[in-house]
């Protein structure tokens, strides 16, 4: 089973086979509290896991995650990075894989699930990055791998832009305020299968965060 964690809106986890079976998900909207709920959201939907498929009445066997797929973005720089800091804490105590996926891939295959008929043609992903700006990823379709095919890496506009932006590159837009740790751990899941490499390591923040470090000690008089 895989562990899906997103922190770039809100905070959602869960606990997915590699089917794709949902065995546990949890969320908190909440923009401001990552740090707050994550450990909390965790640890329920572990135990919530070990009792099968979400809607089962039965008891399951024991959870065995095999790998932790990590969002990574477009978000904040401190929201996103609990949630990466988070995956591979965990990942690391128990000796699992940490899978990178970018967030806007998960939120483009519940789309394309949902209904793939409502999406024929290339569309954008378009989140809130704050600062009166959007984040957006373009993308058309499914491969055959069954993931979204991205057409290009996230980029950010203004927010009195974007329609334009949307407009030049002749997509439709989606917009979309949480990401389901659910569809992230399936994209994962389908890339393990596959032998595909959906994102590196770096978060992707967009932009620089507010707090920068000095360029050089002050100067002390004497």
Request: net charge negative; no cysteine.
């Amino acid at each position: 089973m895989i562990l899906g964690v997103d922190t770039s809106l809100g905070t959602a986890v869960a606990v997915v086979e590699a089917d794709g079976v949902v065995r546990a998900e949890a969320t908190s909207a909440d923009a401001l509290a990552h740090a707050e709920v994550i450990g909390m959201l965790l640890e329920g939907v572990l135990a919530d896991a070990a009792h099968g498929p979400i809607g089962a009445t039965t008891f399951s066997d024991a959870v065995e995650i095999t790998h932790v797929a990590a969002g990574m973005g477009p978000g904040p720089f401190t929201g996103l990075r609990v949630g990466i800091a988070a995956a591979r804490a965990f990942a690391l105590g128990r000796g699992l894989p940490v899978i990178p996926v970018p967030s806007h891939d998960a939120a483009a295959l519940a789309m394309l699930l949902a209904d793939p008929h409502s999406v024929p043609g290339p569309f954008a992903v378009v989140t809130d990055a704050r600062r009166r700006e959007y984040a957006y990823t373009v993308y058309d379709g499914v491969d055959d791998d069954g993931l979204p095919v991205r057409r290009a890496p996230a980029a950010l506009a203004p927010r009195d832009a974007i329609d334009d932006v949307l407009a030049d590159l002749g997509v439709q837009r989606r917009d979309v305020s949480s990401i389901s740790a659910a569809m992230l751990a399936l994209a994962a899941a389908r890339a393990v299968a596959s032998g595909r490499v959906l994102a590196d390591g770096e978060p992707l923040y967009l932009r620089a965060p507010d707090v920068t470090l000095p360029a050089g000690p002050k100067k002390v008089g004497t």
